[in-house]
């Protein structure tokens, strides 16, 4: 036993202490026998002799580094400033431009300024000319003679300064005269060149002299500023949003204000500014961001020219920072912009997607690996041309394999059966059994996945997911599930079927991101009995287009983002392509989305067909495609048979009325006037021989098509193409 231990009679242990304070330990009761057990504790680490910030150094403040950049921020990357170098040639030449084009209202402007100088000079010189100065004493002594008429003296005076007054008259005019006529014949005699010279030396300073205190000889370039905001203005409205204590009577300098740490100041089309909560009164920057539409009556805009956000610590800012910008005017108005996309020949799902701007004309890009998305909003306000633009990025990679459903089953999606492995339009019956066999697919697909990763050695699967070699080498692409309209689904379903279909989704979004799953819903309102909030809750990005109130932009958009400022409800019906993107728990913005159109998207569908039968990654669906391959092949297939196909895609065969009715969900315009007869001498033009024009669904019997008998009609060697 240590000399620091001796033995109790109950054959415990006693430490003593005190011989033990000057190690590197401390004492805990060990709770299974009476003792005091040592417990090392790590030294502390030595002190540095050279560190600056050690408590004991007088010098800590006066040597500590600032932390405030050196150069300002246009000035520290190569990129910004060629960026404002650009910037500024774009501005000069637009100057250039503006003020080149009023060249002649300027000369005329000039002129007349010059008249009224030459006015305004003639007048100021007249005193000088005439001789004033003696007229006083001339006027002077007139009175004084006729006073005293005797006085000899006093006439011979006058008659004096009359001479005087008259001879300084002559030669002041003669003068003046004189130098007049020699610059007209100097100007006349001289060359064309050194006229115009001496002709704006004379007339730039008569031009000057005859200007006004509001005459501006130039026009105003730049448009007089529609919003106009100081420090003051934003205290004001902050008070008057109650954000801010009232006077109560107070002095205006004694009222708590904000402090701005940047602006006001222009910054594009708009004011920008950056300011603190004043402490002590109990607000914060979320309290800010939910009184948006106060501030912005206060301010004279309206609600959608303010853009808040909260300044987080990794930018310098604190809980109650807040950054505003406030535009001159509606900033989502305008010419939609092309997406990059649609020039584009390739793309890598693994980068972020372009997907838009914001207001103040900032690129906005999706990351959507390992991410799942739901897109909400009013019918006919961009939700499906959004929706669109993520899958798009997928069909410029090959090793993305594309699931599709469109509830509606319009032409929105129709091009993506070049591409897709799964294409599924409407929500009929045989849709519907399609949609479940797809999803049972895809649960199957993202099983095996998990097990082959998991069996993978940590050196190549670090983190068990999908990394872009395995991809490649275990030829597991990734896989992007779209789903438009599924609250189509979702009502056109039985109970049973609709739990179902549910949990799968559920099980779809939360675990298939990390097998390479990525999940793009969308929907309209979406409220419990269209997409229940089981599905919602689990996705990560959110998109709202218009919706009609708060409530509905939470349904969308997560509970609560309303008050944080995520409001797609302050939308109005010019915004169409322009809605609130939700990427965080507090991180959103408002996007202008880019535009795609239908002819733009089925571009990217043939490229996207190319890029897979290159790289051996057409499957599916699209493999078996007859008029897909038909575009591929440049051979032409009628319309009215490619169309028929695409109805018939999960059906064997179809009942002439309800071959109809999908025709016409399809495209109205083309097929509202068919009726049966119609429909078969078309179909008959393009070449289709029924075997049989009765067909049996069901066990009921009626007129119909057989899926078969237009395929016939197509070329054999397309129809070989493709596997049938």
């Given amino acids: 036993m240590s000399e620091a231990a001796e033995e109790t009679p109950a054959g415990g242990t006693v430490h003593r202490l005190d011989d033990h304070r000057t190690g590197q330990s401390t004492w805990v009761v060990d709770m299974d026998k009476p003792t005091l057990v040592s417990v090392p504790i790590e030294p502390d680490p030595p002190i540095q002799g050279e560190a600056v910030d050690r408590i004991d150094n007088p010098l800590v403040d006066w040597l500590a580094t600032p932390d405030a950049p050196v150069l300002p921020a246009w000035a520290r990357s190569r990129a910004s400033v060629i960026a404002n170098v650009q910037a500024f040639g774009r501005l000069t030449w637009w100057h250039a431009r503006y003020h080149g084009f009023r060249t002649p209202k300027y000369l005329i402007k000039t002129l007349l300024l010059a008249t009224r100088g030459f006015y305004r000079a003639a007048a100021g010189l007249w005193p000088t000319l005439s001789a004033q100065d003696h007229s006083a004493t001339v006027k002077a002594l007139r009175a004084q003679v006729k006073v005293k008429p005797e006085d000899v003296d006093l006439a011979a005076r006058l008659q004096v300064a009359h001479y005087a007054r008259t001879q300084t008259r002559r030669w002041r005019f003669g003068a003046a005269a004189a130098a007049v006529t020699a610059a007209t014949i100097g100007i006349a005699l001289a060359p064309p ?59 205006e300098k004694d009222l708590p204000k904000v402090s701005c740490t940047m602006g006001p100041v222009r910054d594009g089309r708009g004011w920008a500014v950056i300011f603190d909560m004043p402490r002590g009164g109990g607000k914060t920057a979320s309290d800010v961001l939910a009184k948006r539409e106060v501030i912005a009556q206060e301010l004279g805009v309206d609600e959608i020219q303010v853009i808040m956000s909260r300044v987080r610590a990794a930018k310098g800012g604190n809980a109650g920072r807040v950054s505003m910008w406030v535009a001159d005017d509606d900033p989502y108005l305008g010419t939609p912009n092309p997406s990059p996309l649609e020039k584009a020949e390739t793309f890598s799902i693994w980068e972020p997607v372009p997907f838009g701007q914001d207001a103040r004309g900032n690129r906005v890009s999706v990351p959507v690996l390992w991410q799942s998305m739901f897109f909400g909003g009013l019918p006919r306000r961009g939700k499906t041309f959004s929706q669109r633009l993520l899958t798009a990025a997928g069909l410029l990679d090959a090793y993305v394999r594309h699931y599709i459903a469109d509830g509606k089953g319009g032409a929105d999606w129709m091009p993506a059966k070049a591409v897709a492995h799964r294409l599924i339009m409407g929500a009929e019956d045989d849709a519907i059994e399609a949609l479940k066999a797809m999803l049972k697919e895809l649960l199957a697909e993202m099983e095996r996945r998990f097990a082959l990763l998991r069996d993978l050695p940590a050196s190549v699967c670090p983190e068990g997911k999908l990394t872009p070699e395995i991809m490649v080498k275990y030829n597991l692409p990734v896989i992007f599930v779209t789903i438009d309209e599924l609250q189509e689904y979702f009502t056109a379903m039985d109970r049973e079927d609709r739990d179902q279909v549910i949990d799968d989704l559920c099980r779809v979004a939360r675990r298939g991101p990390a097998a390479g799953f990525i999940s793009n819903f969308a929907s309209q309102r979406p409220d419990a009995e269209s997409v229940p909030s089981k599905l919602r809750e689990i996705i990560t990005i959110r998109y709202s287009t218009q919706v009609v109130d708060r409530t509905s932009s939470d349904m969308v958009l997560g509970k609560g983002k309303a008050a944080q400022g995520a409001d797609a409800s302050v939308l109005s ?133 057989q899926r078969r008998d237009i395929e016939a009609a197509v070329p054999a060697e397309i129809l070989l193409s493709t596997g049938r």
């Fill in 193 to 251: 060149i050194l006229q115009v010279g001496v002709a704006a030396a004379v007339v730039t300073p008569l031009a000057y002299l005859g200007r006004g205190k509001e005459t501006r000889l130039l026009d105003q370039a730049a448009p007089p500023l529609r919003v106009d905001m100081s420090a003051q203005q934003l205290n004001e409205a902050l008070r008057a949003a109650g954000l801010l204590k009232s006077g109560g009577g107070k002095d």
């Fill in 573 to 705: 019906e010019d915004h169409k392509g322009v809605g609130v993107l939700v990427t965080g728990p507090a991180s959103f913005v408002t996007v202008r989305a880019d535009y795609l159109d239908g002819p733009g998207f089925a571009a990217l569908c043939r490229k996207g067909r190319i890029l897979r039968e290159a790289a051996g990654q057409l499957t599916g669906d699209a493999a078996g495609d007859v008029t897909a391959a038909a575009d591929a092949a440049g051979v032409s297939v009628p319309a009215i048979v490619s169309d028929v196909l695409e109805v018939m895609r999960h059906s064997p065969r179809m009942f002439t009325t309800d071959l109809l009715a999908a025709l016409v969900n399809l495209d109205e315009d083309v097929y509202g006037d068919f009726n049966a007869e119609r429909l078969a001498s078309e179909l008959e033009s393009a070449g289709v021989k029924r075997t049989s024009k009765q067909v049996k669904i069901s066990g009921a019997n009626g007129a119909g098509y």
